[in-house]
């Protein structure tokens, strides 16, 4: 079952949520409802993984990037956050697909990496996994529960872990290696 609106207010607050501006890229949009998270609802940090304090230069939450990454049409992408420890590394929603996408900003190694399919199911990984982090057991527990969590997860959006060097196969690596 799909995460709430009702669940990430709990999880993380009013002061802590903001929306998504769908009014403002209405005309970008190509997905329907149900690619998005309840109400449009961002948390605005999940410690280590996600912030919307986008400080990369010349760019801000929720600017609208036009890339040519191949050669196909241009690509829209819209910022959404960033990578905490590495603001060059923005989320992006990619509003034709409804996905997010993970863009590298670094001039030596830029890179474009897909997250999860759709918009709904990256917050509902943000807000599984900072509930892991808010209850974490640490040592084996912490271990048996990522790996529960990963299978879970893995069953909501199988091809977010479809590259064993994706973002979230890197980061549940992470969490199951080190208790």
Known sequence: ?????????AQWGARRIIYFPLDR??????VGPEAFPPDG???TE????FTVAVTAPDLELFSLLNLQLSDDQPTSLIVIGCVPSDPDMLFCLNPATGAIMLLDLDPEHPGYELVNTSFAH????LYRLDELIQTDPGGSAR??????????LHDLDPDAF??????????????LANP
């Open 143 to 152: 271990a048996d529960q990522a790996a529960t969590l990963r299978r879970d």
């Open 162 to 175: 479809e590259d064993p060097e994706s973002w979230w196969s890197a980061a549940f690596a992470q969490l």
């Open 122 to 125: 990256f917050i509902e990984f």
């Open 46 to 49: 999940v410690p280590i993984l």
């Open 41 to 43: 609802a961002i948390p």
């Open 1 to 9: 079952m799909p995460v709430t609106h009702g669940q990430l207010l």
């Open 25 to 30: 890229f209405l005309s970008r949009i190509q």
